[in-house]
């Protein structure tokens, strides 16, 4: 099976906020896909929308499936063409190359972002309290059992993040200590 065909989780960019119109689109192609979702907190003037499940990220989406299958999406239909393949630059090379995340990583995330829960926090990871190392830990009861995160300080309390390196994280509500175990690095 060539690199190509390999099903992956790919982090895809979405241009002109059209991320909800892109998973319609991918849904009704049976293709998996997943779209972090959170609720919108209230804003000043009382918003009509305060409360409503919207998308965590006004541009990201992630697609599991073979990267040929995503080029023919995008050069075959019309509606695909605001898909965009994240890169990063090689430090060997110097050469871009395309994002994918493990199925492993995914899982974790997945585990955690599926719950729309409001106390749930989502990040670009170019958030700079990201870049401070933390303690990385294992959950160990609870809804979140298994899930491997850091421990980061949001607005003053200690939360458990699920870091995608590099695309998003998600900082888990309120996990007990007595719940967590060290993991070493």
Known sequence: MSPQEEVKWYPMRVTYNRVEKIKKLLDEKKIENFLPMCHKKEQEGGDNNAGKLTPAFRNLIFIHSSMSVIISLKHGWEEFEPLRFMVRKSVISGLNSVIYINDEDMDNFLRVATITDEDSVFFLEDSDFLRKPGKRVRVTEGDFADVEGVIKRIKG??????????????????????FLEPIDS
């Open 157 to 178: 309390n200690k939360r458990v993040v699920v870091q995608l390196e590099g695309i998003a994280s998600v900082a888990i509500a309120f996990v007990p200590a007595r």
